[in-house]
């Protein structure tokens, strides 16, 4: 009882901080929900079927639009083109993180220190020996970017005072110095695992950048055929008025043949009825329309609070129709070198082959070689004795001090070196021969897998190719069954005009022109997404790519 007691005081103590902390982030949600929903609405609206006309554009400001400014704005604002700016950042920080492994490292230690002895021997030098030790130390170590050594540097001073009969110095002040070198020979020489992840590291800022151009690549590819989506969506909307048109002035020629007794009344219910499917039409091309165009506003805002945001575009471009020549030949071999994935898939066999480097180094012996020398110097207030051993007594004092002991360092009256080499080798088969040997083999699916990207990439340019040669085909048919269209309307009303024809061929011929309009559009953007895909496959894949195994220098592989 006492525990739930406890935790509702807890969470009613922090409900409004909770409260105040998402207040904002509410806020921004509701915004957008908010214009969500009227957009919402006045789509809704717009396929009402009882309606003789669509509803006009959502107030605000309209904004023309060409194809480069909506290019340049994604360039500028795409929220997913800033969220991949950043991955080459991360790397940068991780590459500062691993060079500071071979910046110096200073060292310092300050220390007093009291120690009892109990008289455990007559040794001890009185019945209570009290040692008081003053330690004031310093150094420098240091990873030599090179060769895998390291180099340390580390002086020490302590000031004694005790009460041991003894003693020489009392107080005593101690010092030396040490400088050692360790440099391995063999094993971690050419490489070691800080110098392979740095590499790794680097190549991986290589294969982050290239992923950005491919998004850019992308994204731009996207833009512009969500601009020509807009574009179609626009001239579908004029195609299905002018078809309404068409209908609603066919009733009106109906009806004024009605009033003159040369028509049945019955003949202007197909024209009506024609009239209402066209409204449907007009208002399903409007809702297409607002949708291609808040696809577009989503690649080239920022956000909600960006202005485009509540404007209404106008697309001021048109498709143009001049068909391009195409240098397949040119364009595999543009692809072959330069798109993306395959780039990134080269990057990673050579950050491959830098961890194959590694493990093929880590199967050498282990041979070091250790330098080191140091001196050591020592002064203070010494006692002058008379006899030797325990039996010597004290029969005055020489007064010394720090600048004794730093006299004797100096002068290197106390010196000490050291040279060794040390010597380690695994007997039979060990883990890293069996992690190297399963190394190359993934190197070797690596390149594998590189050869198959690169007919991949051949392939997917030359289909590429095709679809512009089809879409080519596809627009001059579509272009020519338009015009016949437009010839058979204009017959069908020239005889209906002198009683040779129906309401039905009429209807049906509008209908067919209708058609044949938007099958125009149709063929004229797809050819031109055609040219679209066309230049991004030669930069980019249609996603991320990649797909090559990369090597972990602990022995596992993945994709």
């Not at 609070?305 to 129709?321: G, K, M, Q, S, Y």
């Not at 990057?347 to 070689?369: A, F």
């Not at 390149?447 to 198959?452: L, P, S, W």
């Amino acid at each position: 009882m006492r525990t739930t007691a406890f935790a509702v005081a807890v969470f009613l103590a922090a409900a409004p901080a909770l409260a105040q902390e998402n207040a904002a982030e509410r806020a921004r949600l509701d915004e957008i929900a908010r214009v969500a929903g009227q957009q919402f609405v006045a789509a809704r609206a717009e396929t009402e079927q009882t309606r003789p006309t669509v509803a006009p554009p959502p107030p605000g400001t309209q904004v023309d639009l060409t194809l480069q400014e909506a290019t340049t704005r994604a360039l500028e604002r795409n929220l997913e083109l800033a969220v991949e700016r950043l991955n080459p950042q991360t790397f940068d920080l991780n590459i500062a993180r691993i060079r500071a492994l071979y910046r110096p490292t200073a060292t310092s230690t300050f220390g007093q220190q009291s120690r009892v002895q109990a008289p455990t021997s007559t040794l001890n030098g009185g019945t209570i020996v009290d040692n008081d030790t003053t330690t004031y130390n310093m150094g420098l170590t240091q990873l030599a970017p090179w060769g895998g050594g390291s180099v340390a540097f580390q002086f020490n001073n302590n000031r004694q005072v005790t009460s041991n009969l003894f003693a020489n110095y009392n107080p005593a002040f101690n010092s030396n110095f040490n400088l050692s070198f360790n440099q391995p020979l063999l094993r971690g020489f050419l490489i070691d695992n800080n110098r392979q992840q740095l590499r790794v590291t680097a190549i991986g800022r290589d294969i982050s950048e290239t992923q950005l151009r491919g998004t850019i690549a992308t994204t731009l590819a996207t833009v512009r055929n969500t601009y020509w989506e807009l574009v179609y969506a626009l001239q579908a909307v004029a195609v299905a008025h002018g078809s309404l048109d068409l209908a609603q002035r066919l009733v009106e020629d109906n009806r004024a043949r009605v009033e003159i007794g040369t028509m049945a009344p019955l003949d202007i219910v197909q024209a009506e009825a024609e009239v209402a499917t066209r409204r449907q039409t007009v208002a399903q091309a409007e809702a297409t329309w607002r949708t291609s165009e808040l696809a577009l506003k989503r690649l080239i805002v920022n956000g909600t609070e960006d202005p485009l945001w509540r404007a209404a575009i106008n697309p001021t471009d048109r498709p143009d129709f001049a068909p391009e020549p195409l240098d397949v030949e040119g364009a595999v071999r543009r692809a072959l070198e330069d798109r993306t994935d395959l780039d990134q898939a080269r990057r990673q066999i050579e950050s491959n082959d830098v961890t194959l480097t590694l493990m093929r180094n880590n199967m050498l012996p282990d041979l070091d070689l250790n330098l080191s020398y140091g001196a050591v110097g020592l002064g203070g207030t010494q006692y002058r004795r008379q006899g030797s051993g325990i039996t010597s007594v004290i029969v005055g004092t020489l007064p010394g001090g720090y600048s004794d002991a730093w006299r004797t360092l100096s002068g290197q009256d106390y010196p000490n070196w050291n040279f060794q080499v040390n010597l380690s080798y695994p007997i039979g088969a060990s883990a890293a021969e069996a992690q190297y040997a399963r190394a190359r083999v993934q190197r070797n699916q690596s390149a594998a897998q590189v050869r198959a990207l690169e007919l991949q990439v051949a392939t997917e340019v030359t289909n590429a190719a095709l679809q512009v040669e089809n879409s080519l085909r596809r627009y001059e048919a579509a272009e020519a069954a338009r015009g016949l269209a437009q010839t058979r309307l204009d017959a069908e009303q020239s005889r209906f005009s002198v009683g040779l024809s129906t309401n039905f061929f009429v209807v049906q011929a509008q209908r067919d022109l209708s058609t044949a309009q938007n099958s125009e559009l149709r063929a004229l953007l797809d050819y031109r997404r055609a040219l679209v895909d066309y230049q991004r496959v030669q930069e980019a894949p249609a996603n991320r790519g990649g797909g090559i195994t990369a090597i972990n220098a602990g022995g596992g592989g993945g994709n």
